[in-house]
């Protein structure tokens, strides 16, 4: 198997094989971002990725499941997704699922028939970047699509019989839109209604525009006790029936697992008793820590 450059995949991915279809990310100008900052988006051509394919057959006895990289797989046309997924199948009879990262855009670019075709091809479920479900927000951190973008590509997958897992980061705007954050993106969620939500928390990145304003004094980052208490705003606000919340990513301080919204009011409870506890007056996760 070829990779280029450093890959990424979800937490829930950690024993997928990963198969780079992409090289980076197609839009790669997000503020806080510098995952795909050192590579120049490309597609790979098929003939590298089945080849990729043909080598992690002989490389692996079982593969379970198998995830598509890097930032916006589902770019690519929905015919050579297919020759991808229909290799995999043949390759791996023993797969049970495919994911991928997506963006919004690439949602809305596929027809509901496409969209329909891959789920029935193995396309399981996909993982997506709200960010923050305010319109200002978004805009500041040059995310590239609008909420109602966001929301209208979601319910599209989601009316293909196809899974959402979509994460919002917690201190997007600092200490500038605390409950702004929290509530638009509790929204947000509540409307696209996913099978799964992710929090994570605001993590500064070396070489990205962020970064560089928090060093200028442009941006204030919040403390443990204010993301803590941001967090609990959105979930307060939330009201997606039947979503699995989680915040197991290591950039948090306090780790939720629950569904709402039959464990809304134990997470708070866990959330207030964090707050509660004085430990959040000394932590802090380093801002140039690459995690």
């Not at 790669?28 to 098929?46: D, G, H, S, V």
């Not at 075709?117 to 805009?139: C, F, H, N, P, V």
């Not at 606000?237 to 919204?261: F, P, W």
């Amino acid at each position: 198997m070829r990779y280029e450059g450093q890959i990424y995949r979800p937490p829930s991915e950690a024993y997928s094989y990963i198969l780079q279809v992409t090289v980076g990310c197609s839009h790669n100008a997000c503020t806080f971002c510098n995952m795909y900052l050192e590579k120049q988006f490309r597609i790979r051509p098929l003939q590298e990725v089945l080849e990729d394919l043909a080598m992690a057959r002989r490389a692996y006895r079982y593969v379970q499941r198998v995830f598509l990289a890097d930032g916006d797989a589902l770019i690519v046309k929905t015919e050579t997704l297919l020759a991808i997924m229909e290799t995999i199948h043949r390759l791996f009879p023993e797969c049970e699922r495919i994911t991928s990262y997506a963006s919004a855009r690439d949602l809305l670019l596929k027809s509901p028939e496409e969209l329909r075709t891959l789920q029935q091809a193995g396309l399981d479920m996909i993982y997506l970047g709200l960010e923050s479900g305010s319109e200002r927000i978004l805009k500041k951190i040059n995310k590239g699509v609008t909420v109602e973008e966001t929301i209208e590509g979601c319910l599209k997958a989601k009316a293909a019989g196809i899974r959402l897992s979509i994460t919002q980061i917690t201190g997007l705007d600092g200490q500038d839109g605390m409950e702004e954050n929290a509530v638009e993106s509790a929204h947000a969620l509540s409307r696209i209604n996913p099978e799964y939500i992710g929090l994570m928390t605001l993590t500064l990145r070396r070489g990205t525009k962020m970064t560089a304003d928090m060093e200028k004094g442009l941006f204030k980052r919040l403390t443990p006790k204010q993301i803590v208490e941001e967090m609990r705003m959105l979930v307060a606000a939330l009201d997606s029936e039947g979503s699995v919340l989680r915040s197991n990513h290591i950039s948090n301080y306090v780790q939720l697992k629950g569904t709402m919204n039959r464990d809304k009011d134990a997470m708070l409870t866990q959330l207030d008793r964090a707050l509660a506890s004085g430990r959040l007056e000394n932590e802090y996760i380093e801002y140039l820590e690459n995690i």
